[in-house]
């Protein structure tokens, strides 16, 4: 029996982080949230996470910072990432465009499409 995916959702934002986790619920994915980056990274250093879905402007260590720190480690140097972002800029865009794991969308962003990226990436 094959082991469910772990998805890390990261948003300092509770509303958001409870929206994110109740819609993630239906890939069948665990889900495991984080209200802030430090957070993350010592959640990502004790459990294997198999995708991240983190909010792009965090206070303290924003989604770049977190993406940058995360795929410094060994174990996800390849780890696909979801940045969420209110803030859709195009020189976002330019950050995340020769990166095939990393994918930005809006906020608020549309349940299926996010679904729809997450199997995608996961290749559920």
Same mark, same amino acid.
């Given at each position: 029996?094959?082991? =469910?995916?772990?998805?890390? &959702? #990261?948003?300092?934002?509770? $509303?958001?982080?409870?929206?994110?986790? /109740?819609? !993630?619920?239906?890939? $069948?994915? %665990?889900?495991?949230?984080?209200?802030?980056?430090? %957070?993350?990274?010592?959640? =990502?250093?004790?459990?294997?996470?198999?995708?991240? #879905?983190?909010?792009?402007?965090?206070? $303290?260590?924003?989604? /770049?910072?977190?993406?940058?720190?995360?795929?410094?480690?060994?174990?996800?140097?390849? !780890?696909?990432?979801?940045?969420?972002? =209110?803030? /859709?800029?195009?020189?976002?865009?330019?950050?995340?465009?020769?990166?095939?794991?990393? &994918? !930005?969308?809006?906020?608020?962003?549309?349940?299926? %499409?996010?679904? =729809?990226?997450?199997?995608? !990436?996961?290749?559920?």
């Amino acid at each position: 029996m094959a082991t =469910a995916k772990t998805i890390l &959702v #990261v948003d300092d934002d509770p $509303g958001t982080r409870r929206l994110l986790q /109740f819609v !993630l619920a239906k890939t $069948g994915c %665990e889900i495991i949230t984080s209200s802030n980056g430090a %957070e993350a990274l010592a959640i =990502a250093s004790e459990k294997t996470i198999d995708l991240l #879905v983190t909010d792009l402007m965090m206070d $303290g260590m924003d989604g /770049f910072s977190l993406t940058s720190s995360l795929q410094k480690m060994p174990a996800y140097a390849k !780890l696909p990432i979801i940045l969420l972002s =209110a803030r /859709f800029q195009i020189e976002y865009r330019n950050e995340v465009w020769d990166c095939d794991s990393l &994918v !930005l969308m809006n906020k608020p962003f549309s349940p299926i %499409e996010l679904i =729809a990226q997450i199997k995608l !990436l996961l290749k559920l």
